[in-house]
């Protein structure tokens, strides 16, 4: 929220900021996986609230899904051939501190996209409420909301989470 205060010196505009409002979030991490666990079968291990996925496909081979839409989100994409194909940002190879990817992996991007109505919701109303807590939006996205699991047509409590997945919980 921006306030206006009388006349400001200096040519001033006079505006000051009250509130800075979280409107939307966008969490990540980057993990590097093997070629073989990067497949479609790996999504039939999905548990999510969401009830939207979209997975894609470029020359029959797997480039993403995304989960959700709208409030929350999730994306899960081959980051360094998005960045060859889309982004050309080559300095994330400076970021994971490698040269190239490993021979028989990949690195997959787990994003995670929030907008204002969710975290209303988890009680984020303004950026210090985020700066103050953000691990606990990303316990929520990936502990709550999407889950990778050895059985999903199991009752949740006999549902063992997939060791890939305990790295991205951490």
């Not at 000051?16 to 079968?41: H, P």
């Not at 994971?96 to 490993?102: A, C, G, L, S």
């Not at 199991?154 to 919980?169: A, D, G, I, S």
Request: aromatic fraction near 12%; hydrophobic fraction near 45%.
């Amino acid at each position: 929220t921006v306030g206006m205060r009388g006349n400001p010196p200096n040519g001033g505009v006079g505006a000051f900021v009250n509130v800075a409002k979280a409107s939307r979030v966008d969490l990540c991490v980057d993990l590097l996986i093997s070629d073989e666990m990067w497949r479609f079968g790996l999504f039939d291990h999905l548990v999510t609230w969401a009830a939207d996925n979209a997975i894609h496909f470029k020359h029959r081979k797997l480039t993403g899904v995304q989960i959700g839409k709208g409030a929350i989100l999730a994306r899960i994409y081959d980051k360094p051939r998005e960045i060859v194909s889309r982004s050309q940002k080559s300095w994330m190879y400076d970021i994971w501190n490698i040269h190239y990817v490993p021979d028989g992996s990949k690195i997959v991007r787990f994003e995670f996209q929030l907008r204002r109505e969710v975290l209303k919701d988890l009680a984020v109303n303004t950026v210090w409420d985020f700066l103050s807590h953000p691990r606990g939006l990303w316990a929520y996205c990936v502990h709550k909301w999407l889950r990778f699991v050895d059985d999903p047509s199991v009752e949740t409590r006999f549902q063992n989470t997939l060791p890939f997945w305990n790295v991205v919980q951490e």
